[in-house]
């Protein structure tokens, strides 16, 4: 097996790591497939020097590409006896090799001090040099830059807190007289406590069993009282029933409130299992939803403060539809109404959210703010991402771009296009975690993640740009 993985090697292509496809060799003697060389050189055609791309030397003009006639040959027998390659190559939900070239190589491990990942192949490097084999490697991880810092671009090894945040080497300065640990001491300690939390989370779900099981011996007791045709005997036994089948407070007697209870409850058990049974990711939230079928596990629907909405935005569809208008909708006067175009949210939102919006025309703003942002005046105080109570994606048909405290980042996406576009905005606001996605059918492409800390509830909110801005809180399965 092993001369076998030898033999397939030495007849690859190193720029595309796959067998020789149309094999041509160069004059320094190393062979490439036709189409991977020829794009190679296209690249090079400006500065009319040529080179290999394996041991780099230059020639001068082109060479002409020659097939070779014996390696094609042996090339051809390969393909017979060698394993089939695909079984290597990265699948829809791996994480692909970062050195790779051509057809990429899933990758075995991920480190983070490189912040990247590696296949077998380009891995072996962290094997061999000394410098490189004390770097810490996990298992391969989608979610490597989220342990860059976003402002200084370094590794976040350090945690501070006082602020409950991770930090680089040099946000130090920003956090002097703070209490800063690293991040694998601040690890340890959360660890350590990670048996009794969840011990906790078990004893809740044991008490919420039990008032179930009440629950029901309730309603069986309400069945045989409805049977009851004596109305003497009715009165008795009413007067008999247990507190639970007595008492009218929705709370307490209705299915919905402890379903929800127990759903949140084993969501929170769910999350403290998982930061147990993977404790790779260092002081991460955790893990955040990967599929739009999870997202939807967190859904929440959406409507529309009508007292806060610009009074040249219609509102419509069960306060969950708007557009810009030209003339004035003759709201009546409220302090909490904006005098820009924007509106918010009735719902608050605290713990794990998630809403999608669709937008058309020319431009919207998908934004979360804190209830006591600015409603008077045409300021930045007002204006959603133009203070530090807000935070903003602002949506046009070409670009997207982050808004916070007035400033702004370019965030790369899809293109709108002429398809009205949705973007889904998740939030756990206890983990500091807001994120915006491109929402295409089943398929979510993050546009931008924050990590901060929320010290109020938050709301949904929207804003636009120009009168025909049109935007929906579509209701969600």
Not at 128 to 151: D, F, T, Y
Not at 374 to 393: I, P, Y
Not at 402 to 420: E, I
Not at 440 to 455: A, C, D, G, I, N
């Amino acid at each position: 097996m092993a001369q076998k993985a030898l033999d397939q090697e030495a007849f690859s292509c190193s720029v595309c790591l796959d067998l020789l496809k149309d094999p041509v060799t160069i004059p320094c003697g190393h062979s490439y497939c036709r189409n991977c060389v020829q794009q190679h050189w296209d690249q090079e055609d400006e500065k009319q020097l040529y080179s290999c791309p394996e041991c780099h030397l230059s020639f001068s003009p082109r060479p002409d590409l020659v097939k070779n006639i014996m390696l094609a040959g042996l090339v051809e027998q390969m393909k017979k006896t060698a394993p089939p390659a695909a079984l290597c190559y990265t699948g829809p939900e791996d994480v692909s090799c970062d050195v790779c070239t051509g057809k990429k190589l899933r990758a075995v491990q991920s480190c983070l001090q490189c912040v990247a990942s590696y296949c077998e192949r380009h891995l072996q490097p962290h094997y061999a040099a000394a410098s490189l084999k004390k770097h810490q490697r996990v298992a391969p991880s989608h979610r490597l830059q989220e342990n860059i810092c976003s402002e200084h671009h370094r590794l976040m090894d350090l945690f501070c807190r006082s602020d409950q945040q991770l930090l680089c080497s040099l946000c130090v300065d920003q956090h002097k007289g703070h209490d800063i640990v690293t991040s694998a001491s601040e690890r340890a300690q959360r660890q350590a406590e990670l048996p009794a939390r969840r011990t906790l989370l078990l004893q809740r779900l044991d008490q919420l069993q039990q008032d179930v099981r009440g629950l029901k011996r309730s309603l069986s007791e309400l069945d045989a009282l409805e049977l009851t045709q004596d109305d003497n005997q009715f009165i008795q036994r009413y007067a008999s029933l247990s507190p639970h089948t007595q008492s009218t407070e929705p709370v307490h007697t209705g299915y919905k409130g402890y379903f929800t209870t127990v759903t949140r409850a084993v969501s929170n058990l769910r999350d403290t299992l998982q930061l147990v049974l993977n404790p790779v990711q260092v002081l991460l939230p955790p893990a955040e939803p990967s599929s739009r079928e999870d997202f939807l596990y967190y859904s929440t629907e959406i409507t529309l403060d009508p007292n806060t909405i610009y009074t040249k935005v219609c509102l419509s569809d069960g306060n969950r539809r708007v557009k810009f208008m030209r003339k004035n909708m003759s709201y009546p006067d409220h302090p909490d109404r904006f005098t820009v175009c924007q509106v918010l949210s009735r719902e608050s939102l605290t713990g794990r959210c998630y809403w999608e919006v669709e937008w058309s025309w020319r431009n919207a703003r998908v934004a979360v703010s804190y209830r006591d942002i600015q409603r008077r005046g045409d300021c930045n105080a007002c204006r959603f991402g133009h203070n530090d109570k807000s935070w903003a994606l602002e949506c046009k048909l070409n670009s997207y771009s982050f808004w916070f405290n007035s400033v702004h980042s370019q965030v790369s996406g899809p293109a709108a296009g002429p398809v009205r576009p949705r973007i889904g905005v998740y939030l756990d606001h206890s983990a500091g975690v807001l994120a915006f996605y491109s929402v295409s059918e089943s398929t979510m492409s993050l546009l931008h993640r924050v990590q901060t800390r929320f010290t109020q509830p938050l709301y949904a909110g929207l804003g636009f740009g120009a009168a025909g801005d049109t935007a929906h809180f579509p209701k969600l399965k």
